[in-house]
């Protein structure tokens, strides 16, 4: 347990059972330099407790370099509670987990992850007031919709340069909540939108309502196009479809597009600017930390709309350093929470 929290540099530890209700529960919050320690709950079963152990500590640190990134006051967090194959009463079982976050008096704030709802934070909410993303919070899907797109004309700045999307062809994988929110956004700005999804439904919908262009899913990755978005799942950026990539940048929503670091350099090898996800999927985090804090919507646009300017920093050093955009956000990360 040590050498894992030692190897991603956590803070704490915390770890909750409740024979009552079923929760096996863990919190791992990375850093709380910044702030008290924000990130979603995942409900999934684990092979082990070392796998539960292992997801949460990486997804933690990840948080921590999440949120540094995105200049929040926020430190970095994260839940899992292990999914049993059945459950008696999945509300009381997210109540224990209400009580156990609040037996930490703030220094973890949740969300919804893989697994969990709107409504499972419901549940959460009526035990503890560090909870976010509730019912009545609200989707933040069109807010990483918003930051993804300035993301998007910063790196069109950088590789094409200019920030005019007008006519560019961008090729937009998925179109589920981020996805979708996003291509309106193109489509407004004039963009040449080459769409897929795996449901027929969404593509239509964009084929009829954003004028967008069908493309086979196997193909749309490797498209000629000015940028690629990957707003799917993630792990889509191989070494093999790196080599057949035909776009000046790739810029999506997806979270850990890279399928191994080195893909990084793959890209860099091959002139093709890479945002780093979790710089510019950041907007969620915005959204919900910010609403947490209490600020108001013109507030929380106009942080969002930072993350442009972010990337472009990221990728001034990347271009004097030559060193890779994921690389350099790291490094910024690091420095920003060790100092
Ligand atoms: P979603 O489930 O609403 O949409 C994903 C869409 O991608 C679905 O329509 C699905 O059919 C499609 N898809 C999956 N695999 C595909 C493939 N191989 N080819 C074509 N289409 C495919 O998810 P979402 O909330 O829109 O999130 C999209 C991505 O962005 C995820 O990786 C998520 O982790 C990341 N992300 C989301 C948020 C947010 O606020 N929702 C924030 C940060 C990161």
Excluded: W
């Excluded at 995942?42 to 990486?58: K, S």
């Excluded at 472009?312 to 350093?321: D, G, L, S």
């Amino acid at each position: 347990m040590f050498d894992i929290m030692e190897a991603t540099r956590l803070e704490s530890l915390h770890l909750a059972q409740d024979p009552a209700t079923g929760l096996k529960a863990i919190i791992a919050i990375h850093s709380s330099r910044l702030g008290p320690a924000l990130g979603g709950c995942r409900y999934l079963p684990y092979a082990d407790d070392d796998a539960a152990l292992r997801d949460v500590a990486r997804l933690a640190q990840g948080m921590s370099y999440k949120a540094a990134l995105a200049g929040l006051r926020q430190g970095g967090g994260k839940a899992v509670i292990v999914r049993a194959p059945h459950v008696d009463n999945r509300g009381a079982l997210f109540e224990a987990f209400g009580r156990f976050i609040d037996s930490l008096g703030g220094a973890y704030v949740t969300a919804v992850d893989s697994g969990t709802s709107s409504t499972d934070m419901d549940c959460i909410a009526q035990h503890t007031r560090h909870v976010t993303s509730t019912t009545s919070g609200g989707d933040p899907s069109p807010h990483t919709a918003m930051g993804v797109f300035a993301g998007i004309r910063a790196s069109a700045q950088a590789r094409l340069g200019s920030d005019d999307l007008e006519g560019l062809r961008i090729a937009v994988q998925g179109l589920g909540h981020v996805g979708y929110a996003l291509a309106e956004q193109l489509a407004a700005a004039g963009a040449e939108l080459l769409v897929s999804d795996l449901d027929t439904g969404k593509v239509q919908l964009a084929v009829e309502q954003l004028g967008a262009q069908p493309i086979a899913n196997e193909a749309l990755l490797t498209t000629p196009c000015d940028i690629l978005a990957p707003c799917g799942l993630g792990g889509v950026l191989t070494s093999q479809i790196v080599a057949q990539l035909r776009c000046a940048a790739v810029a999506g929503a997806a979270n850990n597009q890279l399928a191994h670091p080195d893909v990084a350099d793959e890209l860099e090898a091959r002139g093709i600017l890479y945002a780093p996800d979790y710089v510019i999927n950041s907007g969620g985090l915005i959204f919900v930390s910010l609403q947490h804090q209490g600020e108001d919507l013109p507030a929380i646009t106009a942080h969002l709309a930072q993350i442009g300017n972010r990337l472009t920093e990221v990728y001034a050093h990347a271009q004097a350093e030559h060193r890779s955009p994921a690389r350099v956000a790291d490094l910024i990360a690091e420095r920003i929470l060790y100092g």
